[in-house]
């Protein structure tokens, strides 16, 4: 629990690891450690796959490093594999991956790898829809009029110059993200949602192939 504590701020880290991890209901976990080379415990990644909707299924995320290890650790690959892996188990069934990121880096890590990701900067009446049963009180984005902003009362341990240098940064999915949600720093989190279904996962595979040549 003590790495929970070294990554985020504003929370009670054995509250959050009791909510995340040790939940119970219709609800099965998938986790990966992050080791550096000399064994220490330097991130996480958990998934969490909730059944408990009627029409769909849901799959949340937590996932945490410590500061000087950011960036340099693969959530991707772990993630894409179980979402895959829940997918093909049952496709006749809806399945959307949904994560309150509070961080920029996390969202660019899942969106410029990921075919389609929401919410975009235009909106959509499909976002509309999945927006309003996945957070109906949600804050709503000036940016699309979409309710995909939501308090969540912790925040990334980012320093001031961190945070300036990603609300100044050119990469597209990060300015993108601080365009939809600028007050990241103040624990409000942006809910990402991914549809998973057979023609996303083909054109990531697709976006993939073309980012390795």
Not at 44 to 50: A, E, G, Q, S
Not at 107 to 121: G, Q
């Amino acid at each position: 629990m003590s790495i929970i504590g070294l990554c985020f701020e504003g929370i009670d880290p054995e509250a959050y690891f009791a909510y995340y991890f040790e939940q119970s209901g219709p609800t099965h976990r998938r986790l990966r450690l992050y080791y550096s080379d000399s064994a220490e415990l330097i991130g996480y990644c958990l998934l969490t796959f909730d059944d408990s909707h009627k029409a769909l299924s849901v799959i949340g995320a937590s996932a945490g490093f410590l500061p000087q290890f950011r960036g340099k650790n693969n959530t991707f690959t772990f993630s894409i594999f179980e979402v895959t892996k829940a997918y093909l188990r049952r496709p006749w069934r809806t399945l959307l991956y949904a994560d309150t990121m509070l961080s920029p880096a996390m969202f660019r890590a899942m969106a410029k790898n990921i075919a389609t990701v929401y919410p975009t900067a235009t909106g959509s009446p499909v976002e509309s829809r999945l927006y309003g049963e996945l957070n109906p009180t949600g804050l709503v984005s000036e940016v699309n009029g979409l309710p995909c902003l939501k308090v969540v009362g912790r925040k990334t341990r980012y320093s001031a110059l961190e945070v300036a240098q990603f609300k100044a940064s050119k990469k597209p999915e990060i300015a993108h993200y601080c365009a939809l949600n600028p007050n990241f720093d103040k624990g409000v989190a942006l809910l990402t949602v991914i549809p998973v279904t057979l023609g996303q996962l083909l054109s990531t595979a697709w976006k993939q192939l073309k980012h390795s040549r």
